[in-house]
């Protein structure tokens, strides 16, 4: 099972950048899934999850309005497009997924991060 995290990049302050994390080895269509951000000295924090239909989405109060997840269950990938970005938003961005198919709880499967850089 693997959770492969693209899209991070530079980008100034105002921008936007759109991540994706394609998940392999097994079918997320029934899994709650979740992205996470951290940086160094930090301990990693919730950014924003979506259930397994998609229906229902949470997000960090600090990036609600400017940011979305998003799925798309038939690709087996989930998105997050984020707009308006800030310095404060740099950090090293997961993907995760959890057994069951709602978003808030544990997650047990994790990808390698992507790197978010925001330049002000």
């Known amino acids: 099972v693997q959770l492969q995290a693209s899209g991070g990049g530079s980008v100034q302050a105002g921008g936007s950048l759109r991540l994706s994390c394609v998940a392999s080895?097994?079918?997320?269509?029934?899994?709650?899934m979740g992205w996470f951000r951290q940086t160094p000295g930090k301990e990693r924090e919730f950014v924003a999850g979506?259930?397994?239909?998609?229906?229902?989405?949470y997000y960090l109060d600090l990036v609600k309005g400017r940011f979305a997840i998003s799925r798309d269950n038939a690709k087996n990938t989930m998105y997050l497009q984020m707009n308006s970005l800030k310095s404060e938003d740099t950090a090293l961005y997961y993907c995760?997924?959890?057994?069951?198919?709602?978003?808030?709880?544990?997650?047990?499967?994790w990808g390698r991060g992507t790197q978010v850089t925001v330049s002000s």
């Open positions: 080895g097994r079918n997320f269509s029934s899994n709650g």
């Open positions: 979506i259930n397994s239909n998609g229906e229902t989405t």
């Open positions: 995760a997924a959890r057994l069951t198919d709602e978003a808030m709880g544990p997650y047990e499967y």
